[in-house]
């Protein structure tokens, strides 16, 4: 157990609606990460806040969104979703940028 | 752009055998490294990270890794690998506001 949770677990959707995945990081850490893992894409990285700041930005699409709320936790929004987000999405956190990440178990989207 | 390359996408070695996962990162200022594996349906878990120092670091489960400069090279390495190592091994390279993972190299274990 990493000590950062995900919610959902799993999660079944439509195409065209919006979706909220939630991290909570490990105790003392204020750094969170979002990375999505598809079997044809890999493993990309999306966004990287720091106590409560973007810090760094990867293939995030436009459709997508994060926060990091005062109490650290992060939420990654998807919308208008395509059959093409369909994956598992994971969650990190570290001590501070650069700095090892530990993840979560992750959330499977699937988009019908 | 800054890469992390790892060229081999699939070994399959025998248990027992020894190992050796390569990783070649490409940011030119020192880098911080890290090798992550992840077993089936499960989220990634830290092997070792180099950071500064001491080039050859020691991880868990046996596995260690050899920073070298000149090679742009971190590879992996365990003497003698069991089936439960069979996984997929990622690299990762960070500095400069940048996160970069390689491909991921899938492991397969033979009895």
């Known amino acids: 157990d990493s000590g950062v949770t995900q919610t959902p677990k799993h999660l079944i959707t439509a195409t065209g609606q919006r979706v909220t995945l939630r991290c909570s990081p490990r105790s003392g850490d204020l750094s969170v990460y979002w990375y999505q893992q598809s079997l044809d894409q890999g493993l990309q990285f999306l966004i990287q806040y720091y106590n409560g700041e973007e810090r760094a930005k990867g293939n995030i699409l436009e459709r997508f969104s994060a926060q990091q709320f005062p109490d650290l936790h992060s939420e990654l929004n998807l919308s208008s979703l395509e059959l093409g987000d369909s994956a598992l999405y994971f969650c990190?956190?570290?001590?501070?940028?650069?700095?090892?990440?530990?993840f979560g178990p992750g959330t499977r989207l699937t988009v019908t | 752009a800054q890469s992390v390359t790892q060229p081999d996408i699939h070994i399959t070695v025998s248990e027992g055998a020894s190992l050796e996962l390569r990783c070649n990162y490409s940011?030119?200022?020192?880098?911080?490294l890290f090798w992550y594996v992840q077993s089936p349906g499960q989220g990634l878990q830290l092997l070792l990270k180099y950071f500064s120092g001491d080039t050859l670091v020691q991880g868990i489960k046996g596995f260690e890794a050899e920073f070298k400069r000149s090679q742009s090279s971190f590879n992996l390495r365990k003497p003698s690998v069991h089936w439960s190592d069979a996984a997929e091994y990622f690299c990762d390279e960070q500095g400069a506001q940048k996160l970069v993972f390689g491909q991921g190299t899938r492991l397969t274990i033979n009895p």
């Open positions: 940011y030119g200022a020192t880098p911080y």
């Open positions: 990190a956190s570290s001590v501070a940028p650069d700095y090892e990440q530990y």
